[in-house]
């Protein structure tokens, strides 16, 4: 690995994403009351599923684990942020810029795997009911999850051997709130036409090919829901779905859009504002969707609010 006019002590500056205006305070604010609904959400579903044991099937063993990545995701970005701007201080040393990057696209690509696999469990759920206990037993859903956590894992370390193999011999000021990937490469004084391409490839795995997976899944949901007899199964059916679905188009529409264009066409300020809706925003929406529009985990949360266990 070249570490030419760098040290591992090196030091970066996130510039951030606001400033000490009245607007910008208030906006700050307002991120750190959505980082506390997200945060407080999340680890509720996590509880949650694992005190109920009504709840402890494959649906809700996934959906908790998209809890706990959500949980990590907003806790690698926001409480550096909101250090940073509390305190004055914008700095953050190379070791700490390197751990930003690893377990944020870890985090990710563990996300867009695992949403495929809850689109495989609601098709066969939906499809073949009958078969469900075989086709998604306990063993093949811890299997499924570990394999998206793995995976999502070596895409981190991919992209962070990469990204730290670079000489940052320019401003090293970083125009955004974390160290995203995509704000190092202009502060790069080394080509890093061939890391674009990388980075492109890795996205069309993470994102193409669980997209594809959901879409087929969902495809022949569709077909089957439709013609199914009872109107309240129907019912069920589209709900449970409709959810996972809303999860999927508020992830994916914001990731394609972020790491599925050439860095050439990227600002920093567009950067900014998309990368703080699916790494702020939409972790604390989860919860909500799921919450609301399911009533299992309602019900779930109603009674152990009854019984003291959250409180």
């Not at 959500?70 to 509390?86: E, G, H, Q, R, S």
């Not at 469900?132 to 070596?154: D, E, R």
């Not at 190092?184 to 996205?203: K, M, N, V």
């Not at 449970?240 to 790491?259: D, N, P």
Request: proline share 3%.
């Amino acid at each position: 690995m070249v570490w030419a006019n760098q040290t591992f002590n090196s030091v970066f500056i996130l510039l951030g994403i606001f400033d000490h205006s009245p607007t910008h305070t208030f906006l700050f604010f307002l991120v750190l009351g959505i980082f506390s609904v997200a945060f407080m959400g999340n680890i509720t579903m996590v509880l949650l599923i694992y005190l109920d044991t009504q709840l402890h099937t494959p649906m809700y063993f996934l959906l908790s684990q998209l809890s706990l990545m959500d949980l990590m995701l907003i806790c690698t970005t926001v409480p550096k942020m909101a250090f940073n701007y509390l305190s004055g201080k914008k700095s953050i040393s190379l070791a700490g810029c390197g751990m930003q990057i690893f377990f944020y696209v870890s985090l990710l690509g563990a996300e867009c795997f695992l949403l495929a696999v809850m689109a495989y469990d609601r098709y066969v759920a939906i499809c073949h009911p009958l078969r469900y206990a075989i086709l998604m037993n306990q063993k093949l859903c811890a299997l499924m999850t570990v394999a998206s956590w793995i995976l999502g894992s070596l895409d981190g370390i991919i992209v962070l051997a990469a990204a730290l193999s670079f000489s940052y011999c320019s401003s090293l000021e970083i125009h955004h709130f974390f160290c995203d990937v995509a704000a190092l490469l202009p502060l790069s004084c080394t080509d890093t036409s061939a890391f674009e391409r990388l980075l492109f490839i890795c996205c069309v795995v993470m994102l193409i090919f669980p997209v594809s997976v959901i879409i087929i899944s969902y495809s022949r949901v569709l077909r089957a829901v439709i013609h199914m007899g009872s109107g309240e199964s129907r019912c069920k059916a589209f709900t449970t779905c409709s959810s996972h679905l809303s999860v999927v188009g508020l992830y994916y529409g914001a990731a394609m859009f972020m790491y599925m264009r050439p860095a050439s066409s990227h600002t920093p300020d567009q950067d900014k504002m998309v990368s703080a809706f699916y790494t702020i925003l939409t972790p604390m929406l989860n919860p909500l969707i799921y919450s609301l529009r399911n009533k299992e985990v309602s019900r779930a949360l109603k009674k152990l609010l009854r019984k003291g266990k959250l409180t």
